[in-house]
Antibody, heavy 119, light 112 residues
Framework: QVQMVQSGPEVKKPGASVRVSCKAS????????IHWVRQAPGQGLEWMGI????????TYAQRFQGRVTMTRDTSTRTVYMELSGLRSDDTAVYYC????????????WGQGTLVTVSS | QSVLTQPPSVSAAPGQKVTILCSGS????????VSWYQQLPGTAPKLLIC???KRPSGTPDRFSASKSGTSASLGITGLQTGDEATYYC?????????????FGGGTKLTVL
């Protein structure tokens, strides 16, 4: 079965960087794009960007450009999201989600990774 | 401020029906398909409806959706306490030079 397993919670100081991983299994890794979505405490879903596991090409939401980098490692079937210049308002749960263009939606999600930014 | 507008909350009694609206523009809903997600408290979102009105396997037929012009709606009939969740609409937005995905602000459903 399809699974998206993310790395564990992180606590970072302001100005630091964080890298969250998302390991995919149960399907052909290079066939589906992966989106990253975050959710601040008590807030809604915020789209961060997308990575193509096949070619590695990316599209980032404008508000994160210059601070976010999404990469993939096809040998380990893992995608990564790195966010730099962390601020307190980056405290959120970060999700990876597989996008199925056939269905037109995010059909499998990781369990979420809590990133806490605090001095 | 979300590009897609949803009411912050809706409520109804068990067994009743509720409709959640999602309003957008020609840059998003007007030109692309809409999907809906259900997020139960403390869990990751789950795809509920895709391609405007298609139910993935596992989505009960109590859930339905439609799209007209630049708006979409999600309907839930026979409400159950287990339906208490936050519901999000989502679609592609073309207002920038590249397509970005956008979510609505979310609607919290309370089953009284």
């Amino acid at each position: 079965q399809v699974q998206m397993v993310q790395s564990g919670p992180e606590v970072k100081k302001p100005g630091a960087s964080v890298r969250v991983s998302c390991k995919a299994s149960g399907y052909t890794f290079t066939t589906y794009y992966i989106h990253w979505v975050r959710q601040a405490p008590g807030q809604g879903l915020e789209w961060m960007g997308i990575v193509n596991p096949s070619g590695g090409d990316t599209t980032y939401a404008q508000r994160f450009q210059g601070r976010v980098t999404m990469t993939r490692d096809t040998s380990t079937r893992t995608v990564y999201m790195e966010l730099s210049g962390l601020r307190s308002d980056d405290t959120a749960v970060y999700y990876c989600a597989r996008f199925d263009y056939g269905w037109g939606g995010h059909d499998h999600w990781g369990q979420g990774t809590l990133v806490t930014v605090s001095s | 401020q979300s590009v897609l507008t949803q009411p912050p909350s809706v409520s109804a009694a068990p067994g009743q029906k509720v409709t959640i609206l999602c309003s957008g523009s020609s840059s998003n809903i007007g030109n692309d398909d809409v999907s809906w997600y259900q997020q139960l408290p403390g869990t990751a979102p789950k795809l509920l409806i895709c391609d405007n009105n298609k139910r993935p396997s596992g989505t009960p037929d109590r859930f339905s959706a439609s799209k007209s012009g630049t708006s979409a709606s999600l309907g839930i009939t026979g409400l159950q306490t287990g339906d208490e969740a936050t519901y999000y609409c989502g679609t592609w937005d073309r207002s920038l030079s590249v397509r970005n995905w956008v979510f609505g602000g979310g609607t919290k459903l309370t089953v009284l």
